[in-house]
């Protein structure tokens, strides 16, 4: 009884701050970088989105489908946007992958909500269901309730 009141303390503090990533960031198996920003849009609200990067203090447009903006012309025929299923975008930069600077602060904006990352260039990993799914905080709660059915049936 004691041991299932310990693991369940446990398991409750552990799960407070799980929340899993609105925006990650991946080179693909074509060397190209990819933002997939997963933010729930506002209903009843045109949906926008923005992509971009900072180094330092410079924010660079890399794509938008905001009416008055442009992405920079570096980025325009190198990216493109996709929407996911069931909701978030989508963004692929191609030609990039070399010239990333060390620190880059990824972002997108979807209806108005931010989300950033900051990564240096060594911490890009590659684009794959399962790196995917390790990155994800959430992906730690199946282990846990795994091990907690097994020590109490």
């Not at 190209?32 to 410079?58: A, H, Q």
């Not at 909701?87 to 191609?94: A, P, V």
């Not at 399962?130 to 020590?151: E, G």
Request: with cysteine; proline share 5%; aromatic share 10%.
């Amino acid at each position: 009884m004691l041991t299932s009141l310990f693991l369940c303390g446990a398991l409750g503090v552990l799960l407070v701050p799980v929340r899993s990533q609105l925006i990650s960031v991946c080179i693909e198996e074509d060397e190209d970088l990819r933002v997939d920003c997963m933010i729930k849009p506002k209903p009843n609200k045109i949906t926008s989105y923005e992509f971009s990067w900072s180094s330092g203090t410079k924010e660079s447009l890399i794509n938008t489908n905001v009416s008055g903006s442009a992405a920079e012309v570096q980025f325009r025929d190198k990216s493109e946007v996709v929407e996911l299923d069931p909701y978030g975008y989508r963004m692929t930069l191609k030609g990039f992958t070399n010239t990333l600077p060390h620190n880059t602060t990824y972002m997108c904006k979807i209806s108005g909500q931010v989300q950033n990352i900051n990564l240096e260039k060594e911490q890009l990993q590659p684009c794959s269901a399962v790196s995917q799914f390790l990155k994800t905080s959430w992906s730690w709660i199946v282990p846990l309730l795994i091990f907690l059915y097994h020590t109490h049936c």
